[in-house]
Nanobody, 121 residues
Framework: QVQLVESGGGLVQAGGSLRLSCAASGSTSRIGAMGWYRQAPGKQRELVAT???????NYADSVKGRFTISRDNAKNTVCLQMNSLKPEDTAVYFC???????????????WGQGTQVTVSS
């Protein structure tokens, strides 16, 4: 089992910045990719950015150049620096970790509780 705890959401004006953090605990040695997703009211959850355990990061087109994901494997944390925020970035942001099942190459998704980000115009 892996537990994910997020922090850092809030209310900000358009053009402002926020930094989200996510700390993982539990069976962290089996974590593969970590990332951030978001869900706006009435919309499906969508990928924002992911950081594989090895390899390049991946961003949604809508946040490229504005958001930066960073990961500290030693501390089992993943952060999302969000700059130049827009009202359309308003959503609940969820931390995600893909955790390998013991003895297999299959992965389960684990989610944090979500943190609200609201960008006012």
């Amino acid at each position: 089992q892996v537990q994910l705890v997020e922090s850092g959401g809030g209310l900000v004006q358009a053009g402002g910045s926020l930094r989200l953090s996510c700390a993982a605990s539990g069976s962290t040695s089996r974590i593969g990719a970590m990332g951030w997703y978001r869900q706006a009211p009435g919309k499906q959850r969508e990928l924002v950015a992911t950081s594989p355990s090895g390899g390049t990061t991946n961003y949604a087109d809508s946040v490229k150049g504005r958001f930066t994901i960073s990961r500290d494997n030693a501390k089992n944390t993943v952060c999302l620096q969000m700059n130049s925020l827009k009202p359309e970035d308003t959503a609940v942001y969820f931390c995600n970790a893909r955790v390998r099942q013991i003895g297999t190459f299959r992965f389960n998704d684990y989610w944090g509780q979500g943190t609200q980000v609201t960008v006012s115009s």
